[in-house]
């Protein structure tokens, strides 16, 4: 019988590797189209994404607070390999066994979390970009059901407020969700996206 946090994992797994495949369809002259992220095109968004991975696998190793790993390197043509790399590496980090049980330091956040809310966050994180990242290349983006059930609680856990308006903010304020909207719907209006 598997946990709910296994179970979360193995989720998180799919999200991820889900952009991986994505971002595997990118060509270098894609790199200048504009992403649905203010001021971000997709190579600035593939920076972000990247140096994620590798600051939330050096979280969950105890060196959370070293900013090197949080920082983002230029995006070279290699850029599809150097995001699997990053994308396995988180992965591995959070496979670990009492990786959910650590303390993961997030500058990001200002705090330090449990290994099962940053898992969360690392989550909720990677569907919405990879909608970003889908939608930047005019694809279709369709998660497994069992990633949109356990990723919408949390969109809609989310803290609102004047902290969703800063300039660094992770997300923008949520937007109004019409009625029968449908769970990734859901999902991007509650974290300021326009599907």
């Known amino acids: 019988m598997h946990t709910i946090s296994e179970d979360l994992r193995q989720i998180h797994s799919v999200a991820v590797h889900a952009t991986v495949d994505l971002v595997a369809r990118a060509t270098p002259a ?3 189209r504009p992403s649905p992220c203010a001021g971000w095109d997709l190579a600035a968004l593939l920076r972000h ?4 991975h590798h600051g939330f696998a050096a979280a969950a190793r105890g060196h959370g607070g070293d900013l090197a790993f949080w920082t983002s ?5 290699d850029f599809p390999d150097r995001y699997a790399e990053a994308a396995t590496a988180v992965l591995e980090a959070f496979a670990e066994p009492d990786a959910l049980d650590r303390p993961f330091e997030l500058p990001e956040f200002g705090r330090t979390v449990p ?5 969360s966050f690392h989550l909720v994180d990677y569907v919405v970009h990879g909608w970003d990242v889908a939608k930047t290349l005019s694809l279709e983006f369709d998660p497994a059901p069992e990633v949109l059930a356990a990723t919408l609680p949390i969109a809609r856990a989310v803290p609102g407020g004047a902290a969703r308006l ?3 903010a992770a997300f923008a304020p949520a937007l109004p969700v019409p009625p029968d909207t449908g769970p990734l719907a859901e999902i991007l209006l509650l ?3 326009r599907p």
Do not use: F
């Not at 994404?49 to 994620?52: L, P």
């Open 30 to 32: 894609d790199l200048t």
């Open 49 to 52: 994404m990247t140096a994620q």
């Open 73 to 77: 390197a230029p995006v070279g043509p």
């Open 115 to 119: 290994g099962r809310l940053a898992l």
């Open 166 to 168: 800063a300039p660094d």
């Open 191 to 193: 974290l300021g996206r």
